[in-house]
């Protein structure tokens, strides 16, 4: 796999999804302002990957500072620049406010010393998340079965995430043993993070893959031609209630009525455990020009009103299991996540 972000040569480098699968283009980012950008633009996206983008922006950011200048106020600045980004994804807050916090640990050692401590913080973060994903995948690879059909919506792979992926991941740590599996990808409106992304990452790979309309989902199941569905997330609540891509939640809802598990992979960082049911999850909304047009051609009318929220919500009790790097989580999700809540507090994490 290429590494969606990486740190480089006292730069950021990353892919331009936007770009893929006809195009592998590498971008180098200098400043924060480009940082935010790339995030905003969906040059880098995925709840992790934007996490670990928006670290590396803040080291950045430090890194650029001279002697003299004000840190607390040129911090703050950096901060909340990478924290207007996108509303959603909980890993973009769960990252600033882990870098903030070694950042006013160490403020008082001087600029030399933060530029290095934040750097390795970043570093740390992104390294952590390969970790994860590997654990997210080996704790979910037994969910998938021998001769299994997997539905999966969006990209949760690679190119999500520092590496392997959470959805993707399970699916590759299932593959990886041996089990005779294939996948359906959703092409994923408007945006096509599945034709482009999650066909891409796994015809790499050679898993065997089918690509889908996000409309023959519920035609698929009716005919038993799906045996599991499997997302990533963007933020999931202290209820269960899970935040992802639009389209999301119309698949849990086709599972449960044809009796097909629907698995959330995430990791704890994509938790938020300040929010108690998923009503309370900002939504973003996007350019109406991403679903009136594909590749900048216009498919209606240029003027016709959009809606174009970027992602949805599904209750917890549609979900059958969310898998994390600290194991499979099952209903009712209050209690379990209550549990992961108390360890927390407690430093046992």
């Known amino acids: ?62 890194r650029n500072l001279s002697r003299g200048c004000d840190l607390e106020k040129e911090f703050e600045k950096f901060y909340r620049r990478l924290w207007k980004t996108r509303p959603t994804a909980r890993n973009l807050f769960w990252a600033l406010e882990r870098m903030k916090r070694v950042f006013e640990e160490n403020r008082k050692g001087g600029l030399a010393h933060l530029k290095r401590v934040l750097l390795q913080e970043a570093r740390t973060i992104e390294k952590e998340d390969f970790e994860i994903n590997r654990k997210i995948g080996e704790n979910g690879a037994g969910l998938i079965p021998e001769g299994a059909t997997v539905l999966t919506h969006c990209n949760a792979g690679g190119l999500a995430t520092a590496g392997y992926g959470t959805a993707l991941g399970v699916i590759r740590a299932a593959f990886a043993r041996r089990k005779n599996i294939r996948v359906y990808a959703c092409e994923t409106r408007p945006f096509l993070q599945g034709a482009r992304l999650t066909v891409w990452e796994l015809w790499r790979e050679r898993i065997p893959v089918t690509l889908i309309t996000d409309n023959m989902a519920g035609w698929l199941m009716s005919r038993g031609e799906v045996n599991l569905v499997i997302v990533g997330a963007d933020r999931v609540t202290r209820n269960g209630d899970t935040a992802n891509k639009i389209g999301t939640y119309s698949l849990a809802v086709l599972a449960r009525n044809h009796s097909i598990p629907f698995y959330v992979a995430a990791p704890i960082s994509t938790f938020d455990f300040k929010l108690k049911r998923g009503e309370e999850i900002p939504i973003e909304e996007r350019n109406p020009d991403e679903v009136r047009k594909i590749r900048n051609r216009l498919i209606t009318l240029p003027d016709v009103p959009v809606r174009n929220p970027a992602f949805d919500v599904t209750p917890g009790r549609l979900i059958s299991a969310i898998i994390t790097e600290k194991g499979v989580l099952r209903p009712p999700f209050s209690r379990e996540i209550r549990k992961i809540i108390h360890r927390t507090d407690s430093g046992n994490e």
Do not use: C, F, H, N
């Open 1 to 62: 796999m290429l590494p969606a972000i990486t740190w480089k040569k006292d730069r950021l480098v990353m892919v331009d999804q936007r770009l893929l699968p006809w195009k592998e283009k590498y971008l180098e980012l200098i400043t924060v302002e480009q940082v935010a950008s790339a995030i905003e633009r969906m040059v880098i996206r995925g709840a992790p990957a934007i996490g670990i983008a928006a670290a590396y922006g803040l080291a950045l950011g430090v």
